[in-house]
């Protein structure tokens, strides 16, 4: 049996100090009164929530999936009992404004709250999530009527909503997507065509559905610039918000998946479906990138929310197990011992554990950075927050969610042969991790976007910003005792790697050498998010070496010895990667296709 | 679906010329006629077996998997076919010795057909590789009665063999096994216990089923010193070799895993069914050892087999798949494009493609070895063989099978999100690859091995001994072509960190500070299965690049193109373990066991 889950809420909590949460969402007039006070009973009441209903059913979804007959989809029931009741208790809306029924509160809270909630059940948090971003479409580009009318069902979660993007010959490129929309003369679009990869497309745990779908209206431009948004709900709404009838929208399959199997992913056939046009024909996907960010941020997140999951798995086993004479000890001592005496298992344990630190500080910052963007008191603090979330946003989606998978792997080896067993639980957090790579842009582009969008923004001023707010951080160490200042040390040598490469890159691209900058973008984003993790762990360090003299408390010493442990044996990958940046295009296309 | 399988025999074949094999073994008398005119049609003959045969049913062994009711264990009827065909085409015992009715052939030309096999059907290739395991132990340490009894149908694969060591609280340690072996008048004994991850322990391929299995003789010492061997057969056998009564054998359970489906892993219970003891009691370990390295190569090799499987799916998939427009390349050429055109993409690629090669180089060599310390002519070869080959097994075991798991994980990113769905086929070879790090002796434990038994040998003389090979190879790159030079340069920085660290590594074991050694075990064997990789490519470079002058294939030319991608962007991610290696210790325990 899995190991009960139990949110790590104290880590949470300070994770909200080392970005510094408070201050910098305290000058935000809407959040002046946010704190502890409201970040402590959230993450616990969160915690409570998902512990005692979310966490029990996670392997229940995942043994008996979504089902499908004759196009009708439906959940585990007490899939469909937890989503009355996390609707009812408003975990859906927690981080939404405050005027179309929501929380009101900053994204930021929702960091602590999305990772509680999808380390104990990733693929029930995907349906949430969804609706969330086609909520935000709505308010954000909809008509009043149409806010009116979607809106006070989808924040409630008596409705859930859906993103249709992607299309079997349209995957990471929009721009050839088919679905048509017809313009009818009551001013509605009839909308034909098939969609794919949509989660939670249809299901039986609302009574109705609210599709976003994009689609190309006859005689609209080539490519991305002719598409539009429109919304489709799966029964018409009537004008009393009751539901109606049948909107021809049908779910014809869903996938058999590695992983999330109670996150149904369908293949949607929209059939002459009424569609209602979302602000401007052929300003589809512009809308569709303002919510990018938020759930490219939250993608990361699922894969902070495997490892933080597999980890309490991993380190309770370790715990218990006893096997073999660790390296040095007694046998009398040894008799007490078990696996997580033994310098490896500890390894593994530490690995995790640090690294989850610093994907967590690096995914509330980032959404730190939204409020900031979205919520900020003047254009110069908005320009702040967008540059900045523009930089960390394909670094947490990538490099958080390819250590997801990385690390749950090395979760399972914690267990040994128990963890290749299903009943563990920790080779589901392996194959539930697997999909955050992929979707949501899959990492290869979070390079690209790093490399070509970000890198270059303001001239590469925004970067060297960034870089030299490291550099502050690490000048704070060198002031501090002389352990940080060793760590400082390490760390400035990563980040001036990291400086040159990144002014390499920058006179390349200049040069117009495209190829040879795309050839190193991976390498380059790993590189990256390798040296930022050293940063939000430098940050760290300082405040739990402060906080552990005020207060004696030896969860800060834990904290201080996982920065020092990252910061010596984890950040030092990061210039393993230098020669693969600088390497340029030619060994990478030597070979013919064909030779592979 | 999975991408039809089409062995690499070319590839294979290169590998056998890389390590020398033809010269080394020429030296053995009974392998001095061995050449490509053997491996070549070998490997052929097992390619066309394994596509015809074994990979059509490997998604069917995934799905189906073996199931279990009423104690019987039932394979896909798919499996049983096979299973008889295999035997007949005498695959299981090409490497066998031919006075035990075996093919003959060294250990080395069962490298290639191996990696075919598996990488064809892994969990099909499990029941032949565990037999194998059995016939040498009877044959190296049974009596003549035994090998006359149990031999001829084990080798002619009418049975299959299995090894019985764990038992639940006896996994990686097995000093402390309980199950009990009664010496009986007739000079049998009585064996009574549960053994647990039995690798087809049970099923219904064969007629009768020979367990090896570890026991406790009353009175016998304790921990490792006091365990014997036994053969049980599941029937009895009568004198004629015809099958007898059933031995109180039974298979509880099997486990529900994460992969391997077709590989049923098996509880058995022995309720005092009638053993024959092997060799000497209380030397049952020491009998295992024997196995060991043999087993733990192909173990490695697993990860071989699921690296290059999944790389030929998505090569094919990225050569198919038409989306978006690779940067630098115009809108009219992205027209006649696939994704293999997208630097990323071919990064992958080249990634897999070029740690397949040196996973490859690795595995024959080590299986070289293990001939020559079998097989070798005088002490002096055999020892070094002996020596050769114990250093290189952990690596093998280890470094292969932890990359068998990240390259199928980085081939199902080529895929995109066709890669989650289960359909492809890449997402089993991910599973499948798991298993490979835990069992035949963890990770971890292998980097315990390589640390405390191997780096010291002959007093850090047979390390002193490899890395000069390795320098050898250095040197002779050197006096090629500037790219070759070049590329020893590299490999030269990389090896000299190894020899560095493991200089340090052996005055801390001087010193006494086995804990500090310990703890830097696992990342210790990391960068020196990095090296070693780069030796391999390096004689690859020089091979590859003699024999593309001589005959002007593109084969060749693409050989040096994989080393030197190794070489100048793989290699250099050794150096990032140096500071984990000599951290010691301290931080690995500064938390408390409860604090994780």
């Not at 409201?38 to 999936?65: H, R, W, Y």
């Amino acid at each position: 049996m899995a190991v009960p889950y139990k949110a790590p809420v104290k880590d949470i909590v300070f994770g909200y100090e080392v970005i510094d949460s408070y201050n910098v969402l305290n000058k935000i007039s809407a959040f002046s009164d946010f704190s502890e006070d409201i970040v402590i009973p959230t993450m616990e009441e969160c915690a409570k929530f998902s512990e005692e209903v979310l966490a029990p059913i996670n392997a229940i979804g995942d043994q008996q999936g979504a089902t499908i007959k004759d196009g009708v989809v439906t959940m585990p029931e007490e899939f469909v009992d937890a989503y009355q009741k996390f609707a009812e208790a408003g975990w859906a809306s927690i981080s939404l404004p405050s005027d179309i029924g929501g929380g009101g509160m900053p994204i930021t809270l929702s960091g602590g709250t999305l990772e509680i909630l999808s380390t104990a059940n990733l693929a029930f948090g995907l349906a949430p999530g969804l609706s969330a971003g086609a909520i935000s479409a709505i308010n954000f580009h909809g008509s009043q009527e149409q806010k009116d009318k979607f809106l006070p069902k989808l924040v409630s979660g008596e409705w859930t909503g859906t993103m249709n993007l992607s299309e079997p010959q349209s995957g990471s490129d929009l721009g050839t997507i088919t679905t048509k929309a017809e313009p009818q003369e009551d001013g509605s679009y009839k909308i034909t065509g098939t969609k794919v990869w949509i989660t939670f497309g249809e299901h039986n745990m609302t009574e109705n559905i609210i599709h976003l779908v994009l689609a190309k209206v006859p005689g609209s431009p080539e490519g991305t610039k002719g598409i539009s948004m429109f919304i489709v709900p799966k029964y018409t709404v009537n004008d009393d918000g009751s539901v109606g009838d049948s909107n021809n929208v049908s779910c014809i399959s869903i996938e058999e998946k590695l992983g999330i199997h109670a996150s149904p992913t369908c293949v949607m056939e929209y059939d002459g479906s009424v569609g209602y046009l979302v602000g401007e024909e052929n300003r589809g996907l512009n809308y569709m990138f303002t919510m990018m960010n938020e759930a490219r941020v939250w993608v990361g997140g699922q894969g902070l929310a495997c490892a933080s999951g597999s980890l309490q798995g991993a380190a309770q086993y370790a715990r218990d197990r006893v096997q073999g004479r660790p390296v040095g000890m007694s046998k009398e001592d040894a008799k007490n011992s078990t696996i997580i005496d033994h310098a490896d298992v500890r390894r593994m344990l530490m690995t995790i554990k640090a690294y989850v630190d610093a994907m967590r500080y690096l995914m509330y910052d980032n959404q730190l950075m939204l409020d900031v963007e979205y919520f900020g008191e003047d254009e110069e603090m908005k320009a702040f927050g967008e540059e900045r979330c523009g930089i960390l946003t394909p670094i947490t989606k990538a490099w958080i969610s390819d250590l997801g998978v990385e690390l749950s792997n090395i979760a399972i080896q914690v267990y040994g042969g128990m963890g290749y067993v299903e009943e563990t639980g920790v080779a589901q957090y392996l194959r539930d991790a697997r999909i955050a790579p992929i979707y949501e842009g899959t990492n290869g582009i979070q390079a690209l976007d790093l490399m070509f969008r970000k890198l270059p923004l303001d001239n590469g001023q925004a970067m060297q910003r960034l870089l030299s707010d490291v550099n502050k951080v690490i000048d704070e160490m060198k002031q501090d005792d002389e352990e940080l200042v060793s760590m400082a040390e390490k760390l400035e040598k990563e980040v001036n790697t990291l400086s040159e490469i990144t002014l390499w890159l920058g006179s390349k691209m200049l040069e117009g050498e495209l190829v040879d900058a795309s050839a190193g973008a991976t390498p380059y984003l790993k590189m990256f998010g390798q040296v930022l993790g050293g940063y939000y762990m430098g940050k760290a360090a300082i405040l739990a070496n402060k906080k552990f003299k005020e207060t004696g408390d030896e969860f800060y010493k834990d904290k201080l010895t996982l920065s020092k442990f990252y910061i010596e044996q984890l950040l030092p990958l990061a210039s393993g990667y230098a020669s693969s940046i600088t390497a340029g295009k030619d060994d990478l296309y030597a070979m013919k296709a064909e030779n592979f």
